[in-house]
C-alpha cells in the first residue's frame, strides 16, 4: 500500500539510532545478552553483542525457499490459475489465456453470439502512493456522482491500488466504505512501531498487524461473494506482489481464488492485499506457505511495487488485438484509465546531510521515476494496441504540506481534491507529461 515512502528523517518508523532507556529494558526481557565484559557500557555492551549476533536472541525464522528448479510446480490453493509470473513466457501465455476465457464469458453475459468480437472494455490500473491512495479514492467517487463511470473488464491494483482496487472493481455501491478507508484511517490502524534495533534484529522497522486488520474489516466473505460473481461474468481483478526469493513479479487473479470456494481463500487475499503494500524494510513482508509434496516450504513476498508502480495487461493481450486490426475484422473500442496516486512532477527540496535524508530521498527519487516510467510504458502500449488512454496524477496545484504518516488533515484534503479535480471534468489526460 505504501510504495510512496516519505523522508526517512521524518518517518517516525525509522527514528535516528538512539539507544534509550527503553530499548535497553525491551531488549533485557526479550531478547538476553551474554555479557562479554563486566567492564563494558551499556552502549558498547549493545554495540558488541550485536557484533556477534546476538547469542540468545529470537530472530525472525522462516520455512525454506522453494528450490529454483521447483518453482514451476509450486501453488498456494492448488489452483492452476491463482497467479501469473509476467516475467515468463508461460505466465505471458497464462495471461492470455485468461484474458481470453473472461472474455467469452463476458461475451455469454452480455448475451451475444459465441465467436462474436470482443465488445467494449475498460481497464484501470490503480498504481500505489501510500497516503497519497486517497487521491484515487476521492476521484472514483467524484466519477460515481458525474454518473459516468463505467464498469471495469480489469481492475489492476499495486500497493495502495491493491487496497482500492477491490472497491473499484466491484462499483459504486463500495463507495462509503471505500471512503471511509481514506478519510478515517489513522496511523494506528496501518502498522505498530518497532524499538530501532528492529533494523538489525527483525524483517522491518514496523508490524503492519494493524494494517491486516484494517483490511480484514473490509474484505469480507460478503465481499469475496460479490468479487466471485463478477469473475462469473468475465471480469477480472488482478493485484500485485513480489516473490523476492525468486525476484519476480506476482500477478495474482483474486477473482479465481473468490471462485474456488477454497477454505482459506478469503485468508489468502486478504494477505495477497497486505503483501502488495509491504514495502521492503518498513513494513513486514508476508509469507505464503506452499508444498511440493515431500516437504513443506514458504515464498516471501513485499510490495509490487518492487517491479512496478503499475500495470495493465500482458504484450501478448495487445498481439491478438493488433492481429485482428491488420486483418480487417471489428474491433470494439478499449479505454485505458490509469490512476497514478502521486505526482509526475518533481518538486525537489533542500537534502540534509545526513545519511537517513540523502538515502530517503534517493529510494523515493527511485520510486517516483519507476512510476513515471509505469505511465510512459503503458501510454506507448496503448498507442501501439490502438487503445484509448487516459492519465490521472496529482497536480503541483495541491498544496497542502505532508507532515506526518496517514494523518486525516492531508488525506482527507487530497481525496476531496481527487474527487472535485473529477467534478470539474479535470482529471484526466490522453497522455503523460513530457
Not at 71 to 80: A, D, K, N
Not at 234 to 247: C, F, K, Q, S, W
Request: with cysteine; glycine share 8%; charged share 20%.
Amino acid at each position: 500500500m505504501f510504495s510512496s515512502v516519505p523522508s526517512l528523517e521524518q518517518n517516525p518508523v525509522s527514528r535516528p539510532w538512539r539507544i534509550s532507556r527503553q530499548t535497553m529494558r525491551n531488549l533485557r526481557e526479550h531478547c538476553p545478552i551474554r555479557p562479554v565484559a563486566p567492564t563494558l557500557s551499556r552502549r558498547a555492551l549493545l554495540s558488541t553483542s550485536a557484533a556477534l549476533g546476538l547469542t540468545g536472541c529470537a530472530l525472525p525464522t522462516r520455512l525454506p525457499a522453494v528450490p529454483v528448479e521447483r518453482r514451476p510446480e509450486v501453488t498456494v490453493l492448488g489452483l492452476p490459475n491463482e497467479r501469473f509470473f509476467p516475467s515468463d513466457p508461460a505466465g505471458q501465455f497464462g495471461l492470455q489465456q485468461e484474458f481470453a476465457a473472461a472474455v467469452q464469458r463476458n461475451i455469454a453475459r452480455r448475451g451475444l453470439p459465441a465467436g462474436a468480437p470482443i465488445p467494449e472494455l475498460d481497464l484501470l490500473a490503480i498504481s500505489g502512493g501510500g497516503e497519497d491512495g486517497a487521491f484515487g479514492a476521492g476521484l472514483l467517487v467524484g466519477w460515481t456522482e458525474l454518473r459516468t463511470r463505467p464498469e471495469f473488464f480489469l481492475v489492476t491494483g499495486v500497493s495502495t491500488g491493491a487496497l482500492t482496487a477491490p472497491f473499484a472493481f466491484l462499483g459504486s455501491d463500495w463507495d462509503a466504505a471505500l471512503r471511509a478507508v481514506y478519510t478515517e484511517v489513522t496511523l494506528a490502524d496501518i502498522l505498530t512501531r518497532r524499538y530501532p534495533t528492529a533494523a538489525l534484529f527483525d524483517d522491518a522497522m514496523a508490524d503492519n498487524t494493524p494494517l491486516l486488520r484494517t483490511i480484514s474489516r473490509h474484505m469480507t466473505e460478503q465481499m469475496l461473494g460479490e468479487i466471485a460473481r463478477a469473475y462469473d461474468a468475465g471480469r477480472l481483478l488482478l493485484i500485485g506482489t513480489t516473490n523476492l526469493d525468486a525476484e519476480r513479479p506476482v500477478i495474482w487473479n483474486v477473482g479465481a481464488i473468490a471462485r474456488s470456494g477454497h477454505p482459506r481463500a478469503l485468508d489468502t487475499v486478504r494477505r495477497i492485499m497486505l503483501a502488495s503494500a509491504a514495502i521492503p524494510g518498513a513494513f513486514a513482508p508476508v509469507l505464503f506457505d506452499v508444498s511440493l509434496g515431500e516437504g513443506q516450504y514458504q515464498e516471501l513476498h513485499v510490495d509490487g511495487g518492487v517491479f512496478a508502480q503499475a500495470f495493465l495487461y500482458p504484450s501478448s493481450v495487445g498481439d491478438l488485438r493488433r492481429q485482428r486490426i491488420a486483418r480487417g475484422l471489428p474491433t470494439a473500442p478499449i479505454r485505458a484509465w490509469i490512476i497514478r496516486n502521486a505526482r509526475l512532477e518533481p518538486r525537489g527540496s533542500e537534502v540534509n546531510r545526513r545519511t537517513l535524508g540523502i538515502v530517503g530521498r534517493a529510494v523515493g527519487s527511485m520510486i517516483a521515476a519507476s512510476g513515471r516510467n509505469d505511465v510512459v510504458r503503458m501510454h506507448l502500449a496503448s498507442e501501439r494496441d490502438h487503445v484509448d488512454y487516459n492519465l490521472a496524477f496529482i497536480g503541483n496545484d495541491f498544496a497542502i504540506p505532508y507532515t506526518l504518516p496517514f494523518d486525516r488533515a492531508y488525506m482527507r484534503p487530497l481525496f476531496e481534491y481527487g474527487r472535485q479535480r473529477m467534478l470539474r471534468g479535470e482529471a484526466w489526460v490522453k497522455r503523460p507529461p513530457a
